[in-house]
């Protein structure tokens, strides 16, 4: 993601320099024991002393390790797996899944029921997104200024419930009629101005290739050519896989949906209808809304809820894939039984989030099988945990686990997985510096 990013929201296009750092090779936690260099992220959360000698120049030099001979943690263990699980803020980190088992071994698990689609329970969630959002705008209507924040909060929720109902429509598992799910995909996306059918093809994409390095369409490891690119395009990297990382969804939004030479030939046309529709939208109901309640009208009622949305969407995304522990792997290496088992984390938010949203946050069976109906998915899950449940990634929403995912998770590495901005590029690093002070460290 870091790349395609890179070209929509930073739009720099200057000169490509090819100077990367070398960055020492840390000893994998899962592999064997050894000498063993100091972890990022047990310099971020349990205050070990830094080990990392940087020079102290303008531009990035080299970044030397010194090696502390201690045991590492093997994940293979189950002491060490709570062990970094606390430090990661997950309840549960599970064990590797063999290589043995396919996904067709865990799909086959699952009751057949969980595959069903029950039109009552899908039209009533489209019933819970629209009365919600009407429920929102209310709120904002007749709030004063110091209670709009708490408006534009359940809105902004809310709304991201119509992009559950889309999202449903997409894996044809809202409904057995396909018009009938075209059409309110279509519509459910409307008020985010998210085209429907170049969302479907490119997630569609993030389901076949789930955390598979350079093809997922989803979040990726910024790339260390890109990052070493150009001092610009660095600084534009760190601020945005730093404090704007929550809406960094609005680049995605931009950059992937709207350009029809980034789709085949044979989704061109289904692209077009839903980009004729969403401007559509955008010539029509944005001029109504101005002309009704003026631009800072627009604002209230419009912009703030969008804002929250994609808050919701950068946010239930980046947990759904993104840890210390998860690897995005090169395709001759990609196991689809691992990505989409080990490689998704089940999080808990608190049940207002879940009812509004429609549990896309129970989202292992989700990426065992995407056919499931999201009303199904705490069935499946359930299932999975009696099954499968010693390799699930689990955890509550929390702080510490967001501390991780944007200080630590953010340039590629073979072994380590990540390497953190801050160790790269120090110097440069204020932004990831001020979050490590700035947020909290509180595990559920």
């Not at 692209?271 to 559509?280: D, G, M, P, Q």
Request: glycine content about 4%.
């Amino acid at each position: 993601m870091a790349s395609r990013i890179a070209d929509s929201l930073f739009a720099f296009t200057g000169p490509q320099q090819h100077c990367l750092p070398k960055v020492p090779k840390v000893t994998s936690a899962r592999l064997s024991p050894g000498v063993y260099a100091v972890r990022p992220i047990d310099l971020l959360l349990k205050g070990t002393r830094r080990t990392f000698l940087v020079p102290a120049k303008k531009r990035i030099g080299c970044i030397k390790a010194v090696a502390v001979p201690v045991t590492p943690p093997s994940a293979d263990s189950a002491e060490d797996r709570e062990q970094l699980a606390e430090s990661y803020g997950f309840k549960q980190i599970g064990e590797d899944l063999p290589d043995s088992f396919t996904l067709k071994d865990i799909m086959d698990t699952l009751p057949k029921e969980v595959f069903e689609i029950d039109d009552v329970k899908a039209w009533k969630s489209v019933l819970i997104s629209v009365t919600s959002y009407t429920l929102g705008l209310f709120m904002i209507a007749k709030s004063p200024w110091y209670l709009l924040p708490l408006a534009w909060a359940w809105t902004g929720t809310a709304i991201t419930g119509f992009f559950v109902i889309g999202h449903d429509c997409a894996h044809k598992s809202f409904s057995k009629n396909k018009l009938i799910e075209d059409i309110v995909g279509t519509l459910a996306f409307l008020p985010l101005v998210y085209p429907y059918e170049p969302w479907r093809f490119k997630h569609d994409r993030h389901h076949a290739k789930t955390n598979m390095l350079v093809h997922d369409t989803a979040w990726q490891p910024v790339p260390p050519e890109e990052f070493d690119s150009s001092p610009v395009l660095r600084k534009a990297i760190i601020f945005g896989y730093g404090p704007i990382r929550p809406w960094l969804s609005i680049a995605h939004w931009v950059n992937w949906h709207f350009n029809l030479r980034k789709f085949r030939p044979s989704e061109v046309n289904r692209v077009k209808i839903s980009l004729a529709c969403v401007f559509a939208f955008m010539t029509i109901g944005w001029p109504l809304i101005v002309y009704k309640v003026g631009i800072l009208g627009w604002v209230k009622f419009w912009l703030m809820p969008w804002l929250g949305y994609h808050f919701w969407m950068s946010t239930f995304t980046m947990v759904h894939h993104t840890a210390p522990h998860i690897p995005f792997k090169p395709a001759d290496e990609w196991n689809a039984a691992q990505a989409q088992l080990n490689g998704t984390i089940h999080c808990d938010y608190p049940s207002w989030i879940e009812i509004l949203c429609h549990d896309i946050n129970v989202h292992i069976p989700h990426h065992i099988s995407p056919r499931i109906p999201s009303y199904n998915l705490r069935a499946a899950h359930q299932s999975i945990q009696e099954n499968w449940g010693k390799y699930t990634n689990l955890a509550t929403w929390n702080w510490r686990l967001m501390k991780t995912i944007m200080t630590v998770c953010h340039v590629y590495d073979k072994e380590e997985n990540y390497i953190p901005f801050d160790r790269l590029a120090p110097e440069e690093s204020q932004p990831i510096t001020f979050l490590k002070k700035a947020m909290p460290d509180y595990a559920a």
